[in-house]
């Protein structure tokens, strides 16, 4: 205290004064500062020692259960309170102390709500709010915001509004004295997204915590940036162009006030609309349209039937490719293209084969056959050839795509049905086996019989074989070698001119047939040079006679007839004499072997010269002299011939003969008995002066006139008459 009356008494004498003890003195304040209250403590000096002497005040009013601890220290409990240097006033028995007195600073350990940017309640959990709302305030994002309610001094619940998102400040200021602390926002997330074309395109992002600025929102697809950003709901729905791009897997990138959400984004699958170009099965030029094939031809693959095509490029963004099939056969052949990682497939049909000419071998033997065409592929696996619905052997590829080879088996005929199947593709063509051919045709007699023909392409079936002579069928068909030679019967006939038709399973060959010639064997009856009935014996007459002409020497026979059996000739010679040379010609073939006619000898009866000594004409008189003068000659000597010119006849049997008076001899010619001259080929020479006279006479080299002198002593020898 202070003025306290002291009273001193020294030896029964007072004297008084006042005493003032030293004023309370604080040094610090401890203890308690929560918003909520608590146990202060203080020290200082001079708190003394009687606590009913002790007043502290706060913000003048008087604190309670005040504790003297000592002189130095004392406590005291605080009510609730918030704020800074709230006056404190420690009075000891009127002497008093002050200092300030400040509430502990709100502090922020969580920040808890839902993230959503659309706004929501967050909590705030932390300590010495108070417990007077009027004396909070929150700002989050520098923008105060309302709170709901609160629970005493530790937490508090405020109401947030729609937001751009991110990570936001926030400030709890509690009767001046501050907290900050931070809200993060959800980060953007993807719910939904539409695909956009290779060639880009608007896109619509259904999502969440998307903010409500689209200034805040930056989009990336595969790392190229989006643009065209508008939000259509806030914090749902945004729509935005994608950037030129391909496939189903790229990283789709959002940014919200810095936060970044991630997802997935598809471009359109390519499409295919058509497929043009040539489908060959060597692999050609192939154009696809369609869509969504993009502007980089690297990251397009296509394959046909599971086999890569190759030289693949875009021939337009987006929207068509070019590239070449590769080689292959089929139909409904799987085209798929993939674009990005994305594929669409089609069906690719290649090119039916063609067949342009069918070659090789024809033989009714069969053999190897070549079609030449196209579109007929590379592996003889892939080909099947059926004729007339067989199976036929050893197919091969000649020439890739254009040419095939294989086995036919033996037959006849002509179009028979060739079908080609390449990859279950198949064509039509027809094949012909070679129509027969004969190289040598056997003869039979004009009564008819077998022949055989011998040739190629004959067949191996007897049935299928026929044939006409002159229309007239055949019969009795057989094979006698496999394809070379066969054999059958024809009808009776003549000549060399026939029309022979072989026909094999349709097809024909037409030759010239010929029937044996005839061949006379002997011929019989009257010889007179006068001529008379014959009958001439032989083979291959025929039966016909107005077919048949006979000759001897020069002359027709009359009045011909032929026996049915083709073996006779009845007719009349003509008047002739000598040797004859006979021919019989039937339907314009002659007689092969060689055949004369002998006329009766002549005979000489007489002659009218015994002896000749200066020329003259004699007559010689005898039998069978014949009438044809060209035919007589007459010579003197059979030794040594001289030839007498005949100067006329008058009958059969008797000649007028020129004797000559000339000395003329034949030179360089000698006669045996029994010569046939058929050509004198002789000069007649002078003796006396050697003038060549003459060779023949009137251009008949088979008769001369030589004019001899005779001797005076000659006797008439032989007189010979001779013809040829």
């Given amino acids: 205290g202070k003025n306290l009356v002291f009273d001193l008494n020294v030896g029964g004498q007072t004297t008084t004064t006042t005493f003032s003890y030293s004023s309370p003195t604080i040094t610090s304040i401890g203890g308690s500062t929560a918003t909520s209250g608590g146990t202060v403590t203080v020290s200082g000096t001079n708190f003394g020692a009687d606590a009913d002497k002790l007043t502290i005040t706060v913000d003048g009013s008087t604190a309670s259960n005040i504790v003297l601890t000592d002189d130095s220290n004392l406590s005291f409990d605080i009510s609730y309170g918030t704020g800074l240097n709230h006056p404190l006033t420690v009075s000891v028995d009127g002497q008093s102390a002050s200092t300030q007195y400040s509430y502990a600073s709100p502090t922020i350990s969580a920040v808890i709500g839902d993230g959503k940017t659309d706004g929501g309640t967050i909590f705030i959990e932390g300590d010495n709010f108070g417990q007077s709302l009027s004396a909070i305030s929150v700002k989050v994002g520098g923008i105060s915001r309302g709170f709901i309610f609160g629970t005493l001094h530790t937490k508090l619940n405020v109401n947030l509004p729609s937001s751009a998102g991110g990570i936001q400040s926030v400030e709890v200021i509690v009767d001046s004295q501050s907290v900050t602390s931070s809200y993060t926002y959800n980060p953007p997330s993807i719910v939904s997204v539409s695909s956009a ?3 880009g395109g608007s896109v619509t992002l259904n999502g969440n915590d998307l903010g409500d600025n689209k ?7 595969g790392g190229s940036p989006c643009t065209s950003i508008f939000i259509t709901k806030n914090h749902k729905t945004i729509t935005f162009n994608a950037p030129v791009g391909v496939g189903s897997n790229n990283v ?3 940014t919200v006030s810095g936060q970044k959400g991630t997802g997935v984004f598809a471009y359109l699958p390519p499409t295919i609309s058509d497929v043009n170009g040539d489908f060959s099965t060597a692999g050609r030029s192939i154009v696809v349209g369609g869509g969504n094939f993009g502007v980089d031809k690297n990251k397009i693959t296509a394959t046909i039937g599971g086999n890569s095509v190759t030289s693949l490029s875009l021939l337009e963004d987006h929207y068509q490719i070019l590239f070449v099939a590769p080689p292959g056969v089929g139909t409904n052949k ?3 293209i993939i674009v990005g990682g994305q594929s669409v497939s089609s069906t690719f049909s290649y090119s039916a084969p063609s067949i342009t000419s069918v070659s090789g071998s024809t033989s009714t033997a069969g053999g190897f056959v070549f079609l030449s065409g196209t579109n007929f592929g590379r592996s003889a696996e892939a080909v099947t050839v059926t004729v007339d619905g067989s199976t036929t052997s050893q197919i091969t590829i000649n020439t890739n795509d254009t040419s095939i080879g294989f086995q036919i088996g033996y037959g006849t005929g002509q179009n028979h049905l060739i079908s080609l199947t390449v990859g279950g593709q198949t064509t039509t063509s027809t094949y012909s086996y070679g129509p027969p051919t004969s190289t040598s045709v056997t003869s039979t007699t004009t009564a008819g019989g077998f022949i055989n023909v011998q040739g190629t392409n004959f067949g191996t079936i007897a049935g299928k074989v026929g044939a006409t002579l002159n229309g007239v ?3 009795d068909y057989s094979i006698v070698a496999a394809n070379t030679e066969i054999r059958f019967k024809v009808p009776s006939g003549t000549g060399k001119t026939n029309s022979l038709v072989i026909s094999i399973d349709g097809q024909s060959l037409t030759s010239v047939y010929a029937y044996s010639a005839p061949n006379l064997s002997s011929i019989t009856g009257d010889k007179s040079t006068t001529g008379g009935a014959i009958v001439i014996n032989g083979a291959n007459f025929g039966t016909d006679s107005s077919k048949v002409t006979v000759t001897i020497g020069s002359s027709s026979v009359t009045s011909l007839a032929i026996s049915q ?5 009845t007719c009349n010679s003509p008047a002739g004499s ?5 021919v019989v010609t039937v339907d314009g073939q002659k007689n092969t072997n060689s055949f004369h006619f002998a006329y009766a000898t002549p005979t000489i009866t007489s002659t009218s010269l015994k002896s000749v000594t200066a020329g003259g004409q004699m007559t010689v008189l005898g039998t069978s002299f014949g009438t044809n003068l060209n035919g007589v000659f007459v010579y003197l000597n059979v030794e040594n ?12 049997t008797q000649y007028p003969v020129a004797v000559p008076n000339s000395a003329w001899r034949v030179s360089g010619f000698d006669f045996s008995r029994g010569d046939v001259v058929d050509s004198f080929g002789l000069t007649f020479t002078n003796s006396a002066t050697g003038v060549v006279m003459a060779s023949a006479i009137g251009g008949n080299p088979n008769r001369a006139m030589v004019h001899v002198d005779l001797p005076s002593d000659i006797q008439l020898k032989t007189i010979k008459i001779g013809w040829t």
């Fill in 565 to 569: 059996d083709h073996t006779q000739i």
């Fill in 252 to 254: 789709l990138e959002i």
């Fill in 641 to 652: 011939p001289i030839y007498f010119a005949v100067v006329g006849n008058t009958g059969p």
């Fill in 578 to 582: 000598g040797i004859a040379t006979v």
């Fill in 334 to 336: 799987e085209l798929v």
């Fill in 197 to 199: 074309s290779s060639s």
């Fill in 215 to 221: 200034n805040a929102i930056s989009v990336t697809i």
């Fill in 473 to 475: 069928p055949c019969s």
